[in-house]
């Protein structure tokens, strides 16, 4: 995901010579090729993310198109200040790459696990978060990304991840993303822990049992119009984001559905992350089955979900009187 990614801004930093990336002492393989073709536009700060934020808003202001690049929580928690001060304060035009979100450095502890990143990039005003799931999603995005004015953070997993859905040629990242639609129980995933979702899907059909599964790129600004569609047709959704439910995709949706949303109000359920810190080191995978983010958590839920239904009689058009 990560190669895709800078590969495209290769091309986009060829036709736009206003194009700086800052990396803090690291990336080197990863930006090998990007610092070879503009060596005077690919500085690594070194370790001191803070400096990169102040240094990127320092170059936004002067015209500059600048990309912040770093692992897991470092370029956004450890310069939050700098982000929200000297970036988003004065919209300027810096786009913070992250690589690593979620559970991707799981064997290096709670400090790489990058776990509450969007909730708190999706409060800073002025800026736009983007969460892509797989390459091509990711290359969709920093195309956004660059035509957007003003900040904008893109969560990555890392590298090597497979594609999750068919190859499209480019699509509106800002819209929630239909994989599949059909059956009463809506999941709507960001990030590469869609994967889990399709997996569950696989094994559902085998029961008979259909899912729709909705791929989040955008999570601010939301597409409000495509999550009222999905409230107008299912019964009950489940988020899953490897990400704390607090603030995140969860968050979203509980606070859309409630603004927004029909009377028949379809049953939420998050999952991901129940506001605690990981205190448990381990592979992604494994770190997903713990928290209950895996395939199987998935089946379960909707299971736990089509009980209910039938218990209450309820369905997408609301409980029969």
């Not at 929580?73 to 982000?83: A, G, K, S, T, Y």
Request: aromatic share 6%; with cysteine; proline share 5%.
């Amino acid at each position: 995901m990560r190669n895709h990614l800078i590969a495209e801004l290769e091309k986009i930093a060829e036709e736009d010579h206003r194009v700086v990336v800052l990396t803090a002492d690291l990336g080197y393989s990863v930006l090998d090729s990007f610092s070879r073709k503009f060596p005077e536009r690919c500085m690594n700060v070194g370790i001191c993310e803070q400096n990169m934020a102040s240094i990127a808003a320092g170059l936004a202001m002067d015209g500059n198109v600048v990309y912040t690049y770093s692992i897991g929580n470092f370029p956004v928690m450890r310069c939050l200040e700098q982000i929200r001060n000297c970036i988003c304060y004065h919209d300027v035009d810096v786009k913070i790459i992250a690589v690593g979100g979620g559970f991707v450095y799981g064997q290096l502890g709670m400090s790489h696990h990058a776990t509450e990143d969007l909730a708190i990039t999706r409060a800073l005003p002025n800026m736009r978060v983007f969460c892509p799931a797989d390459p091509d999603e990711a290359v969709w995005t920093i195309r956004v990304a660059h035509e957007t004015s003003g900040p904008c953070y893109i969560r990555l997993a890392r590298g090597g991840e497979p594609p999750l859905h068919p190859s499209l040629s480019d699509y509106d990242v800002t819209r929630l993303l239909p994989i599949m639609e059909g059956g009463q129980v809506a999941v709507l995933a960001t990030g590469p822990v869609l994967a889990e979702a399709l997996s569950a899907s696989s094994a559902l059909r085998e029961n008979g049992i259909e899912l729709g599964i909705y791929n989040c790129i955008c999570l601010k600004p939301f597409d409000v119009e495509t999550l009222r569609s999905i409230a107008d047709r299912y019964a009950a959704i489940i988020t899953i984001e490897e990400h704390n439910v607090v603030g995140g995709l969860g968050s979203i949706v509980s606070d859309l559905l409630l603004e927004a949303m029909p009377s028949a109000m379809p049953r939420l359920v998050k999952l991901g992350l129940q506001d605690v810190y990981t205190s448990v080191v381990g592979s992604q995978s494994y770190l997903r089955r713990h928290y209950g983010l895996a395939s199987d958590d998935v089946v379960r839920t909707v299971g736990e979900l089509m009980s209910w239904m039938r218990t209450t009689g309820y369905s997408a058009t609301g409980v029969p009187p």
